[in-house]
């Protein structure tokens, strides 16, 4: 396994980093899961610069990635993406902008000079992604990108509960 990414059981909001990806949606105005929990953790600061991102560019897209404070977090940042949504009828494009969705999240480090970075499990939950193909995209596109880029010192990926984190486990360790 790369030794720039590391793998952990737990809670996003409570892990000390410089940013945590948060899994928005395109108002980024909140919402439920991972979303709500970063919302109600941090505070009303990241919300105000959410209203404050969608005053100069409207919504964020799927795929793209902006950044807020951190308000009451651990990290200093929040880089909010928004996944797509899966179903059998759009499965490749769904793929692309899920990529699309970790690279950005990446992008967006590197511009603010961010070097540690947490992601959760992107649209697995109400966006349906299947649980293995998502964490095959995380685990491919925060690996590609590391490979061209030296400055992200360490990606944690943070699994909330068991399943997604064997699942993440076996695709991170399978080659040792």
Not at 51 to 61: L, N, P
Not at 87 to 92: L, W
Not at 127 to 138: L, M, N, R, T
């Amino acid at each position: 396994m790369n030794n720039r990414i590391e793998l952990i059981k737990g809670d996003i909001t409570k892990i000390h980093t410089d940013a945590i990806v948060n899994t928005a949606n395109t108002s980024l105005l909140g919402g439920g899961g991972v979303d709500g929990a970063i919302h109600r953790t941090g505070g009303k600061a990241i919300l105000e610069d959410c209203y404050k991102i969608r005053e100069r560019q409207g919504s964020c897209k799927t795929g793209e990635a902006v950044i807020t404070t951190g308000g009451k977090l651990p990290a200093k940042y929040v880089i909010h993406t928004v996944g797509p949504v899966w179903s059998k009828s759009n499965s490749v494009k769904a793929e692309q902008l899920l990529e699309n969705a970790y690279r950005n999240s990446l992008k967006v480090a590197v511009v603010n000079n961010i070097e540690t970075i947490a992601f959760p499990n992107i649209s697995i939950g109400i966006y349906h992604f299947p649980k293995q193909e998502a964490a095959e995209i995380a685990i491919d596109s925060v690996k590609t990108f590391l490979d061209g880029n030296n400055q992200i010192k360490k990606v944690i990926f943070v699994c909330f509960d068991e399943e997604n984190y064997q699942i993440y486990k076996m695709l991170l360790y399978a080659d040792q």
